[in-house]
C-alpha cells in the first residue's frame, strides 16, 4: 500500500528565503506523485505532478519538486518566498484507486 | 481551471435537519470523491464512485449518503445533521494522473 509522511506540520519563512517542504512516500509500485496547495477557505490546486520521465519538475508559482527513487522523496522547492505563497500544501502519492495524501504542511511567511 | 462545482459554499443549519451538499463537474470525469477536512487538517476520504451507479464508503466512517444517478453530479446526503458534523466537504473529481477539487462547502451544526 502507498503512504506518504510530509515532515513538519508547520514551517515558517522569510519572505526572499528558499522554501522547503519534504515529504516521503512508501510505494510497492513505481509512483505517481503530487503536490497541492490550499489557500484559507478553498479546495486544493495542484502544484506539479510527477509520473514519468525527468525527475525535477516544475509547477506553478515558481515552485519545483525534485524526485529521489533512492530517498523515497519529493521535497518541494521555491527559491524565494513571497507573502502570497502562505498556505497548506499536500504531498500526495497515486494509489490503487485513490490519491494518499500527507498530512499537509502549513507554511507561513514572515514579512 | 477545472470545472468543478459546489454548493452552498457556507452552511450553518440546526441539530436534526436534513442537508444535501451539491457537487457537480462538467469534465464527463467517471471517477469522483467526497473528502471531510477540519480546519488545517489532513483530508479523510468519505465518498468515492468510479461512475453512474457506482458508490464506495472511503476511508473514513461517515454517516453521510451519497448518490451518483448522472455522471457530472455527485450529491452528498446528512439525514440529520449533528455537531460532530461541523466540517469541511470537498468534492473532487479526477481524470488519468490527476484529482480536480472544487471550492469545498463549510458546515457549521448548531
Known amino acids: 500500500a502507498q503512504s506518504v509522511t510530509q515532515l513538519g506540520s508547520h514551517v515558517s519563512v522569510s519572505e526572499g528565503a528558499l522554501v522547503l517542504l519534504r515529504c516521503n512516500y512508501s510505494s510497492s509500485v513505481p509512483p505517481y506523485l503530487f503536490w497541492y496547495v490550499q489557500y484559507p477557505n478553498q479546495g486544493l490546486q495542484l502544484l506539479l505532478k510527477y509520473t514519468t520521465g525527468a525527475t525535477l519538475v516544475k509547477g506553478i508559482n515558481g515552485f519545483e519538486a525534485e524526485f529521489k527513487k533512492s530517498e523515497t522523496s519529493f521535497h518541494l522547492t521555491k527559491p524565494s518566498a513571497h507573502m502570497s505563497d502562505a498556505a497548506e500544501y499536500f504531498c500526495?502519492?497515486?494509489?490503487?484507486?485513490?490519491?494518499?495524501f500527507g498530512q499537509g504542511t502549513r507554511l507561513t511567511i514572515n514579512p | 481551471e477545472a470545472d468543478i462545482y459546489q454548493t452552498p459554499r457556507y452552511l450553518v443549519i440546526g441539530t436534526g435537519k436534513k442537508i444535501t451538499l451539491e457537487c457537480s463537474q462538467t469534465?464527463?470525469?467517471?471517477?469522483m470523491y467526497w473528502y471531510q477536512q477540519d480546519p488545517g487538517m489532513e483530508l479523510h476520504l468519505i465518498h468515492y464512485?468510479?461512475?453512474?451507479?457506482?458508490?464506495e464508503k472511503g476511508d473514513l466512517s461517515s454517516e453521510s449518503t451519497v448518490s451518483r444517478i448522472r455522471t457530472e453530479h455527485f450529491p452528498l446526503t446528512l439525514e440529520s445533521a449533528r455537531p460532530s458534523h461541523t466540517s469541511q466537504y470537498l468534492c473532487a473529481s479526477s481524470a488519468p494522473y490527476e484529482q480536480y477539487f472544487g471550492p469545498g462547502t463549510r458546515l457549521t451544526v448548531t
Open positions: 469534465m464527463g470525469h467517471d471517477k
Open positions: 500526495a502519492v497515486q494509489g490503487a484507486q485513490k490519491l494518499v
Open positions: 464512485s468510479y461512475g453512474v451507479n457506482s458508490t
